[in-house]
């Protein structure tokens, strides 16, 4: 089993940043790619950014240029920058990882971003 801890999350104005992390703990042995989804109010969950553990990224059209995902493989913990936050970014962001060698997916919790004047 994996947990997954996500933090960083809070209110920001418009043109802000906020910098999320999620750690990884437990049986951590062979973790894969790590992302964030969000979902705003009255949507469907979204891909944010992932990133697999060779650093290959990708990254959803609307944060391209403002967003930034890394991960401390050492720490098992992803990071996601976000800059020049608008408020069409308001929203519970959801980090998530593989781990392949047991065919597992898992879920934080996760954190609130709101974004508001």
């Known amino acids: 089993q994996v947990q997954l801890v996500e933090s960083g999350g809070g209110v920001v104005q418009p043109g802000g940043s906020l910098r999320l992390s999620c750690s990884a703990s437990?049986?951590?042995?062979?973790?894969?790619?790590m992302g964030w989804l969000r979902q705003a109010p009255g949507k469907e969950r979204e891909l944010v950014a992932g990133i697999t553990a060779s650093g290959i990224t990708n990254y959803a059209e609307s944060v391209k240029g403002r967003f930034t995902v890394s991960r401390d493989n050492a720490k098992n913990t992803v990071y996601l920058q976000m800059n020049s936050l608008k408020p069409e970014d308001t929203a519970v962001y959801y980090c998530?990882?593989?781990?392949?060698?047991?065919?597992?997916?898992?879920w934080g919790k996760g954190t609130l971003v709101t974004v508001s004047s």
């Open positions: 998530n990882a593989d781990q392949p060698v047991y065919g597992m997916i898992y």
């Open positions: 437990g049986i951590t042995f062979g973790i894969n790619a």
